[in-house]
């Protein structure tokens, strides 16, 4: 209760004095030890190595948590079957950078002879490529080890590159290099004697995974070193590099795959008999043009969040024109097309990677495709099914009685052990059942007409295009998207602590015209950011624990 | 109890000498003849007993009971409509009907709740959170330390996820997703046939234990710095480490010949989907590729998931899956239940009595390699429909290395399937007398199928 007055007053004084994020105080939440993504792994073999370097290998699932893999990541381990692929992948890139074929342009020194060892030239490497891939310098000891191992490696097999391949395999399976460990170190306020920030480099290292979905650059390292970091105006300096740097498409593209759930389509299938025009391709082609879409809107155009729901522009391959029923002149590769204003679609929701991740192999789901919508783009929650539902209610014969989705839910909607999360979920869905369960375009299902007439929490729509307005302007779409990208950005569920602080990035959200990068750097400056809490001693109890007050 | 020997101090300069000047370490043994001592169950050559091995074998979305469960215990038990397909094989295994996971006030979490009080021993408590270890961990802590592998997970389904094997919440085994990921882990580089009369160790391998070796050497550092549950996880990454450091460690020896053990082809494999023809013949070359790595003790420890929880299995040309027929077919008035979905059932019924075949064709011994193992077959749920978790299907197969007799039904109506886990770890040789969590805790063993 006291804590709760607390944050009103201080929300209150927020507004009062306009201050910005960075003076908001904030309790933060605990550091963590987050297991690099798939796609984090190959960003910094291909930062240090370049495109060249041929990454194969298979990773670890992720787990998703609280709806996003970017807080499992502060969950999963390694286990000794994702060790073997690390290990095997670490051999493999470390046998390419120093074959003959690479070694020249990739190695920042070349040995004296190429049959003995070279201490000097193997530490110039290890302590350079050491200080990329684990994000600080290394300590003397750890390039000791490296150098004498190398050098004794170099010795019995006559050959320095033998060596130097040892080296930069033992980093490239350093659980440093794997996980990012953050550091929280003391520092004292007046009144707040305990509070704890975020290590400068592991502030760094936040900030470009934030921004960039990779580690951070020479630049940034040395600006955490040199202890720029320390106050807002130099912070707010790098901040500003990295968010005009080339590499933000990629970190707003990483947000989005994951909030979207697109890693799911790596394990998508569609019945082909149902779908004749289903193929692998199809799948990623839709997967990327939904992502070329948003970062096209949102990144080079900085236009606003909400017109994503409405926008007729569509990035599109000849794989989905069929799809699309529109036709496509390139051959090859990406076509930017403006859909005309009497299309059936418009905007997100009706592309055709949504409507193919949240169906079923053989028919569309008006129920996955609602909360996946509710939970990911309204955050709000659509409790589990009951588990002892009396399913004898469904003695139909199926399709042929109950020809289209919207007769088939009926029941659920008329049993009140349904309804509570049906009436969540399906009317958003059915208002999408003019796509199937590819994403292809239809006006009937089983000989019946399809009516998409439906309503988003009050306010009623007709198809596609009137749902996608109803999103643009439902009063949940903002501050969801904060609340994501924040949960994002700090890889953990925000606390109570940061209420406030979510309230005020709201309105700055707002004020700023819905412009997502603006959004990011309000995130990236703001004091829950960098303040933080001792890492969790038992994982995930602490949340539940923090909820009950 | 093991003893440890106290060796002295190795200086970290000293130690990598050891490792990399070692490459002449085990060359060229000599091939030694196998053979077998006079009661036919040992490797006479090294005096060492044939390794016994656990298995699980899961199929999702159960069965009919009233269709499944026999009527009949004992011996003869009465064959039922929907163990109809394992006719073949029903005397190289025990069915377990009626044991289910005791609820202890907990909520039913849908395709969750059955497996997963049935692999660690309670109704999990937590919506989204699983407290592992799961049973097959806590038997490879046993006995899968010896082996290259662990254990070995595989997914018929195609999926790495569709896994419920793990330790804790922070380390689900992920699964191998095809015949040709099995194969290629376990067969290809790394694999030395133990029957083959060279042997020569890759000398790579000594400069790849010293990179591992490096590692360790952050990890008190790096402990200083992290929580207790982020110490688990790191402690799990250097448990990982340690398993592939023995690997190689392996890799250096000449591996004791065995007589069961051949070196199979590629898998010629077919679609990689939910497509039940399609999840039958990867089924089938995995239970292959499965058995002969067995077979050449490349692990002692495996979890075989011919489909997953809330069955996503599909005929061509369907608009459902199992899951979803099992929820939204309706019962056929005449028959009683579920057509469609019951064809599921069976056809899982079928491929485990392939699976049961294929490890009883492999002699070894003087029996068989299912004589060897003890592979039990489950599912998250009896009645899907329903949900229930009253009454899960059990099917033991195997001898356990004579420990277990098989033939039998045995009817545990009321009792919890930790019965059934504590029983297993006892036949695979844990020191164990008491398993399981709250209301399903139990310290009964079902002594009926003991040998």
């Not at chain 1, 607390?6 to 933060?28: E, K, P």
């Not at chain 1, 707003?252 to 019945?271: C, H, T």
Request: contains cysteine.
């Amino acid at each position: 209760m006291f804590k709760n007055l607390q944050l009103c007053i201080l929300a209150l004084f927020t507004v009062l004095i306009g201050c910005d994020a960075g003076d908001l105080t904030s309790q933060g939440g605990p550091v963590a030890m987050k297991r690099l993504t798939p796609e984090q792994y190959k960003n910094a073999v291909e930062d240090l190595f370049g495109a060249t370097i041929d990454v194969s290998g298979r990773f670890e699932p992720d787990s998703r948590r609280s709806g996003l893999n970017a807080i499992g990541t502060s969950l999963v381990a390694v286990t000794p079957s994702g060790f073997e692929q690390y290990e095997a992948m670490a051999r493999s890139v470390a046998a390419q950078v120093t074959s003959p074929e690479h070694r020249h342009d990739l190695l920042p020194c070349l040995p004296k002879s190429a049959t003995a060892p070279d201490d000097a030239c193997t530490e110039t490497i290890v302590r350079s490529f050491g200080q990329q891939l684990l994000r600080r310098p290394l300590g003397d000891d750890e390039i000791r080890v490296r150098v004498e191992a190398a050098s004794l490696a170099a010795v019995i097999h006559s050959d320095f590159y033998i060596g130097l391949e040892l080296a930069l395999s033992s980093l490239l399976v350093a659980p440093d290099f794997l996980f990012r460990i953050e550091v929280a170190e003391p520092a004292p306020l007046p009144g707040r004697p305990s509070r704890l920030r975020l290590s400068d480099l592991s502030l760094a290292v936040r900030l470009s995974y934030f921004l960039w979905n990779r580690g951070p650059d020479e630049a940034l390292l040395a600006a955490a070193v040199h202890g720029k970091l320390k106050s807002q105006e130099s912070l707010a300096r790098e901040v500003d590099r990295l968010l005009t740097s080339e590499h933000l498409a990629g970190g707003v593209r990483a947000f989005f795959e994951d909030l979207f759930l697109f890693d799911e389509f790596n394990d998508l299938g569609k019945d082909v008999t149902r779908y004749p025009l289903y193929n692998n391709r199809m799948a990623a082609d839709a997967r990327e043009q939904t992502l070329r879409f948003v970062v096209n809107h949102l990144v080079t155009q900085r236009a606003d969040y909400r017109e994503l729901f409405t926008s007729r522009q569509l990035p599109i391959t000849r794989s989905l024109g069929p799809l699309y029923g529109v036709p496509v002149y390139s051959a090859e590769g990406w076509e930017d097309m403006v859909l005309p204003a009497n299309h059936p679609r418009a905007g997100l929701l009706s592309q055709a990677s949504f409507a193919m991740l949240h169906s079923h192999p053989g028919r569309s789901s008006p129920t996955l495709r609602g909360v996946f919508l509710r939970e990911a783009l309204l955050c709000q929650v659509v409790p589990e099914a009951p588990a002892d539902v009396d399913f004898s209610l469904f003695v139909q014969d199926a399709d042929s009685i109950h020809k289209t989705a919207r007769d088939r839910l009926e029941v659920h909607a008329n049993e009140a052990s349904c309804r509570t999360c049906h009436t969540l979920t399906d009317p958003i869905g059915l208002g999408l059942e003019v796509f199937d369960g590819i994403g292809k375009y239809r006006t009937h299902e089983n000989g019946a007409l399809i009516d998409t007439r439906s309503h988003l929490d009050g306010r009623s729509f007709a198809d596609p295009v009137e749902l996608g307005q109803a999103f643009a302007e439902s009063p949940l779409i903002g501050p969801c998207l904060v609340e994501n990208l924040y949960r994002y950005a700090v890889g953990r569920e925000h606390t109570n602590g940061e209420r406030a602080l979510l309230r005020y990035l709201e309105t700055r959200f707002t004020e700023t015209g819905y412009r997502l990068p603006d959004l990011m750097r309000e995130i990236a400056l703001s004091e829950g950011f960098r303040t933080a809490s001792p890492p969790k001693e038992v994982a995930f109890e602490a949340d539940a624990k923090e909820e009950e007050t | 109890m093991s003893t440890r020997k106290i060796q002295p101090r190795i200086g970290r300069r000293r130690f990598l000498r050891g490792t990399l000047g070692g490459a002449a370490v085990a060359v060229g043994l000599p091939f030694l003849n196998l053979f077998l001592n006079a009661n036919g169950n040992a490797v006479a050559a090294t005096g060492a007993p044939l390794p016994r091995r656990f298995g699980t074998w899961f199929f999702g979305c159960g069965m009919n009971p009233q269709r499944w469960n026999p009527t009949t215990v004992g011996s003869d038990w009465e064959l039922t409509p929907e163990l109809l397909p394992i006719e073949n094989v029903r005397d190289r295994m025990n069915i377990l009907s009626g044991f289910s996971v005791l609820m202890n006030g907990e909520a039913n979490q849908v395709h969750r709740t059955g497996v997963f009080g049935t692999l660690c021993g309670g109704a999990p408590k937590k919506a989204t959170e699983v407290e592992g270890p799961s049973l097959d961990v806590l038997i490879s802590d046993e006995i899968g330390t010896k082996t290259r592998f662990r254990s070995l997970e595989m997914a018929a389904t195609g999926n790495s996820r569709h896994s419920n094997s793990l330790r804790d919440v922070s380390s689900v085994n992920p699964a191998e997703p095809s015949p040709l990921a099995l194969y290629t882990r376990v067969f290809g580089s790394g694999f030395a046939d133990p029957n083959a009369a060279e042997f020569t160790p890759d000398p790579r391998l000594l400069l790849r234990k010293s990179a591992l070796s490096i590692v360790k050497e952050d990890r008190l550092r790096l402990e200083r710095e992290l929580g207790y549950s982020d110490r688990a996880r790191l402690e799990q990454y250097f448990t990982s480490l340690r398993q592939l450091e023995h690997q190689l460690e392996l890799q250096l020896q000449k591996p004791p010949p065995l007589q069961a053990c051949s070196v199979p082809e590629p898998p010629n494999q077919g679609p990689i989907d939910t497509e039940i023809e399609h999840v039958m013949s990867n089924h089938a070359l995995m239970a292959q590729t499965l058995a002969l790595a067995l077979a050449c003790d490349q692990t002692r420890v495996f979890n075989m998931l011919f489909s997953d929880r809330a069955s996503s299995l599909r005929m061509p040309g369907s608009a459902d899956t199992h899951h979803t027929l099992t929820h939204e077919e309706p019962r056929d008035p005449v028959l009683g239940y579920q057509p469609q979905a019951t064809y599921f059932v069976l056809k899982s019924m079928e491929a485990w009595a392939h699976f049961v075949e294929t490890l009883d064709a492999i002699p070894e011994g003087d029996g068989t390699l299912l004589d060897n193992c003890l592979v039990m077959a489950h599912s998250e749920t009896s009645e899907a429909n329903t949900h229930s978790v009253v009454g899960l299907p059990f099917m033991i197969a195997g001898k356990a290395g004579g420990r277990m007799r098989t033939g039998l039904h045995i009817s545990g109506i009321g009792e919890s399937t930790s019965r059934v886990g504590l029983t297993m770890q006892q036949l695979m040789g844990l020191n164990i007398g008491r398993w399981g969590t709250d209301q399903n805790e139990t310290d009964r063993t079902i002594t009926e199928i003991l040998a």
